[in-house]
C-alpha cells in the first residue's frame, strides 16, 4: 500500500513559480496513475492534471493548461507539479493522489484511493 507525501507549497507572489513534490512511501508508482487536485476555502475539490503510470500520458485542468506541468521521475518514486504563472485565483490547498491503473489515468477524484495531506499555495498580488 502506498503513502504519498506531498511537499513543496509556500505563499508567492503572481507570476512566480513553485514546483509540488508527491513522494511515494512504501511503493513506487511504477503501477499508479497519479492525479493533482486542489481545494479553495469555500469551494469543492477541483481536478487540477494528472499523468498515467509510464508518464507518456497527461491531463491538464483548463485553467491550468499551458501554466502548469505534470511529470513523473525517472525511478517513479514521484511525481512534480511545475506550476509558472501563479495567480491569485490558484490559492487552495493542493493534493496528491493515486489509483493502481495501468491504462490511463482519471480525473474523477472517486476514482483514487491513495491522497497525500495537502500542502498550501498562496499567491498574492
Known amino acids: 500500500q502506498v503513502q504519498l507525501v506531498e511537499s513543496g507549497g509556500g505563499s508567492v507572489q503572481d507570476g512566480n513559480s513553485l514546483r509540488l513534490s508527491c513522494e511515494a512511501i512504501g511503493d513506487t508508482f511504477n503501477a499508479y496513475a497519479v492525479g493533482w487536485f486542489r481545494q479553495a476555502p469555500g469551494k469543492e475539490r477541483e481536478f487540477v492534471a494528472a499523468?498515467?503510470?509510464?508518464?507518456?500520458?497527461?491531463s491538464y485542468a483548463d485553467s491550468v493548461k499551458g501554466r502548469f506541468t505534470i511529470s513523473k521521475d525517472p525511478k517513479n518514486t514521484a511525481v512534480y507539479l511545475q506550476m509558472n504563472s501563479l495567480k491569485s485565483e490558484d490559492t487552495a490547498v493542493y493534493y496528491c493522489a493515486a489509483e493502481v491503473r495501468t491504462f490511463g489515468y482519471a480525473r474523477d477524484e472517486g476514482e483514487y484511493e491513495y491522497w497525500g495531506q495537502g500542502t498550501q499555495v498562496t499567491v498574492s498580488s
Open positions: 499523468i498515467n503510470w509510464s508518464g507518456a500520458s497527461t
